[in-house]
DNA sequence: CTATTATTTCAATAATACTTGAAACGTTGA
DNA sequence: TCAACGTTTCAAGTATTATTGAAATAATAG
């Protein structure tokens, strides 16, 4: 993942639907979620949350599969994975302060 | 770290002259840098790398600290922890594969 | 084929953010 | 105190992004 995928990632991230839309999706994991439940979930009009679920799925933040007359959003954990990892690596050079919040639940 | 805390910050890093700030701050380690080494090592002129600047410290990315008539930045490295630990643990639910990424240089 | 449901696209408006150069501020040395 | 330096603030213009409701597309059932 280079910088101005990284800094896509980030910006599709940086928006309070967009966050909540992520974590739904996360809590819904491989069965995903269709436009209209994610919709009422995060309490958006359809056509906010189809512009804002675009602007993850073009960050790669989440994938899209249609399912006859619905369409599948699920979270796309490998680009999640890769983004947080840039972040980590590249950006904060393996710092100790840095990694320290990984997998403990409890300092972050 | 709450929800419109990782959104601050988030959108602080989501700009690539901001990015490169952070990055090369990371570079500097504990000895910081002015304002002024800063933006011309990202190739920006005073007045932006001042504004880009105060949008990281107000999302408590990096801290500012006077040295005569100098002042020096330095990345907060607890900050960025806080921020990545919310995507991988609240945001993500520890899901393998973003954990994955976590202290593995190569993969991420 | 038509009606229905789910979703996306579009245009208009509003809000937010970026860039630039000039002016103002704070600190230090003479 | 004055002048010089580093830094920040400000205002204006430009660009990007968010929201809304209406219209258009896509898929299916009858």
Redesign the pocket.
Known sequence: MDESQVIDAL?ALA????LRILRFLVTKGSDGA????I?EAVD????????????LANAGLVT?E?K?????YRVNFDAMGSMIGYLINDCCGNHQDVIACCPTPDKC
């Open positions: 910006g928006q309070e639907t967009r269709s436009a209209g439940e919709g958006a009009a359809s056509s906010r949350a189809s512009f804002h679920l675009s602007t899209a249609r006859s007359r619905h369409i599948i």
